[in-house]
Nanobody, 127 residues
């Protein structure tokens, strides 16, 4: 069973930065596209961004494009989400997820494409 553990969340002010990390227990981590989703209170979980297994393809939601950056370190089985210029509307629980099919070069924005999920980390941005 794959375990994904997010960390790095917290309470920050608008305009600040945070970097989230997601560590995977899976030793074949490097074969899979990884993504970040978020869920605000009372809202559905939404796609934030994804990075292909080789890091050659990236995809972001329009709401975070230009402010958030995804990267990965396959040697550490870890994916990162660098969040800059944070806004109050970025407040949510952030989840990382691992795509279920290996070696896909298309970073899917669909929740159904991801088999394993972390427990989430809270990000709160005050105005």
């Amino acid at each position: 069973q794959v375990q994904l553990v997010e960390s790095g969340g917290g309470l920050v002010q608008a305009g600040d930065s945070l970097r989230l990390s997601c560590a995977a227990s899976e030793r074949t981590f490097s074969k899979y596209t990884m993504s970040w989703f978020r869920q605000a209170p009372g809202k559905e979980r939404e796609f934030v961004g994804a990075i292909s297994w080789s890091a050659g393809n990236l995809r972001y939601a329009d709401s975070v494009k230009g402010r958030f950056t995804i990267s990965r370190d396959n040697g550490k089985n870890t994916v990162y989400l660098q969040m800059d210029s944070l806004k109050p509307e970025d407040t949510a629980v952030y989840y990382c997820a691992m795509q279920q099919v290996p070696y896909t070069n298309y970073p899917s924005p669909l929740r159904s494409e991801y088999k394993y999920w972390g427990q989430g980390t809270q990000v709160t941005v005050s105005s």
